[in-house]
Structure formats: structure tokens, C-alpha cells
């Protein structure tokens, strides 16, 4: 083979070979421009109005309608069993108790979720819940910022608010422990300025068993009716974890299922359909009317 021979056969060779490496090099831009785009997850639209499953809420340091070992309960400090207990006695008395609830003032959050029925106002940068039953209530989730820097204690706290995937996480701080909510019987807890709520609210997949009891969504809850339930709607899940050092031995969570309404909430003014007797001087009342 002479050397004009295999110098040919050398620049024939790399040829081949750039030209099977720009065709490989087209074949994977082919690819890449057909091969589909990883979606975005679509944020869920909450918007609407939910009914609970059950009226108040079960809490994991109860047994029945007793705080779980006394003084020895694994989740409360003792001077939270003893509020707590000193509600029993009160109640049983036949007496009503002063709490934020018994005593027309804004419950706070969790202490709000024990109402019957919320409605859901969502928007890319805040998120608003008002609440109805009993009394009416509101509160604003500021959406995908942190908290303040000094935030200053309120009957809500401050809530902020970002979607993980599916999920929507709300972190709430600065919710005061005032007089009136110290002790919180049916509906909640004693807590200190300490507290900090997390909560996750998210769709029930498809099959997933709801926290409702019985074959009636609606037993546990007599404020609402059948025919209020949106058919064939989703089932929003509420989970909450409950955090303060100074109240608790350790986190403790509820987990909340909400049907889907298509009723809308009903006025109603604590104060002019106040039926304890007991209370009434502590009921607050302006002394100048706004209007």
C-alpha cells in the first residue's frame, strides 16, 4: 500500500467518524426538543366552603373526657392539666367557663378549628379564612415571605404561608395568651406566648379513608346537613401540630377532614344571641357605638 493509499484511507476514516458523531450529536437534539417538559405541579385552588366531620376536635392528650393520666400525662405540664381540670369541675357544677369562646372574643388559632365551617379565600399572595359557626371569625395567611422580625402577639399570630408541592404548610407565631383565652376547655388548649401552630392542608387522594366516623360524614356534626355537600366533591385534610415549651412535654398534632358545602356562611353576632346567664358581665361591649 503506498502513502497517498493510507493517508486516503486516514482522512476517510475521520470523515466517517465526524459524521458519526454530528449525527449522534443531531439525534440527541431531536431528542431533547421532542422528550416532553417536566410540568410544574398545579397549585390546588382551596377556594370554597368546608365543613368539618366532627364538631369540636379529638385531641391525643384526652381519654374520653379526661386529661390521660392526670398529672402524669405524657403531652401537658402539670399546671395545664390542672386549668384543665379545674374547667371539669367548673362544668360539672353547672356553670359556665370563661373561655375565649364562651365569651365572644376571637379564638385564635388552633382554638379557631374547632368552629363548624370555613370558607377559603386564595390568592397567589395571601390566603383569608372565615371562619363561621358559633361566631364569626377571620384570619390572613401571608403567602411565600417570612416572618417578621419582631412580631408583635395577637389573638391570630402571624401566619405565613408556601405550597410543598400539593401541600400548603402555614406557620403561625405571636399568638397571645390573653386572660380571656388562657383556658380553652372543649375547643382547646392552655398555652403561653410561646406558641407555634404548623399546618398542612391538602386533597385526599382518591380511596384515602377519611377521619369522619360511621357511614354519616355528617353524625359527628349536626350543624350540617346533607344536602348542603357538594356531591362527588374532594376532601380537604387538615393536619396541625401544636408546639410550646412552655406548656407542653412535646409537639402534639390533630388531624382535621373538611367537606365541601354549597352554603354559604351564615351571619351570626356572638353577643346578641348570648345565652349564659353566669357570664354576661364579662361579655365585651362598647361604651361609644362605631356607627
Not at 484511507?9 to 421532542?34: E, N, P, Q, T, Y
Not at 390546588?44 to 386529661?67: A, D, E, L
Request: charged share 20%; net charge negative.
Amino acid at each position: 500500500m503506498s502513502g497517498s493509499d493510507g493517508m486516503w484511507r486516514k482522512r476517510r476514516a475521520l470523515s466517517v467518524s465526524f459524521a458519526i458523531g454530528a449525527s449522534m450529536a443531531a439525534l440527541a437534539s431531536l431528542a431533547i426538543s421532542f422528550s416532553p417538559a417536566l410540568a410544574e405541579p398545579e397549585t390546588p385552588n382551596f377556594n370554597g366552603i368546608w365543613g368539618k366531620y366532627t364538631y369540636s376536635y379529638p385531641k391525643p392528650y384526652m381519654r374520653g373526657r379526661n386529661v390521660a393520666d392526670g398529672y402524669n400525662n405524657d403531652i401537658l405540664k402539670p399546671w395545664v392539666v390542672e386549668r384543665l381540670m379545674h374547667d371539669d369541675l367548673v362544668t360539672a357544677s353547672g356553670r359556665a367557663i370563661a373561655t375565649a369562646h364562651s365569651l365572644c372574643y376571637p379564638e385564635g388559632v388552633p382554638y379557631v378549628f374547632g368552629e363548624t365551617r370555613v370558607q377559603i379565600l386564595q390568592s397567589p399572595s395571601e390566603i383569608t379564612m372565615l371562619f363561621g359557626g358559633e361566631q364569626e371569625q377571620a384570619r390572613t395567611i401571608y403567602m411565600n415571605q417570612p416572618h417578621s422580625a419582631h412580631v408583635t402577639p395577637s389573638w391570630y399570630g402571624e401566619s405565613v404561608g408556601h405550597f410543598e408541592g400539593e401541600t400548603l404548610v402555614v406557620d403561625t407565631v405571636g399568638i397571645a395568651a390573653n386572660p380571656q383565652s388562657g383556658s380553652m376547655g372543649l375547643f382547646g388548649t392552655p398555652h403561653t406566648k410561646a406558641l407555634h401552630v404548623v399546618e398542612r392542608y391538602r386533597f385526599l387522594a382518591e380511596g384515602e379513608k377519611t377521619v369522619g366516623r360511621g357511614p354519616n360524614p355528617t353524625a359527628n356534626n349536626p350543624t350540617i346537613v346533607p344536602d348542603e355537600i357538594v356531591p362527588g366533591g374532594k376532601t380537604l385534610r387538615l393536619t396541625f401540630t401544636v408546639d410550646d415549651a412552655g406548656a407542653y412535654k412535646k409537639p402534639w398534632s390533630v388531624t382535621l377532614d373538611f367537606l365541601p358545602l354549597k352554603t354559604p356562611i351564615q351571619e351570626y353576632v356572638c353577643t346578641e344571641n348570648y345565652q349564659e346567664k353566669d357570664l354576661l358581665p364579662l361579655i365585651p361591649r362598647a361604651e361609644v357605638p362605631d356607627f
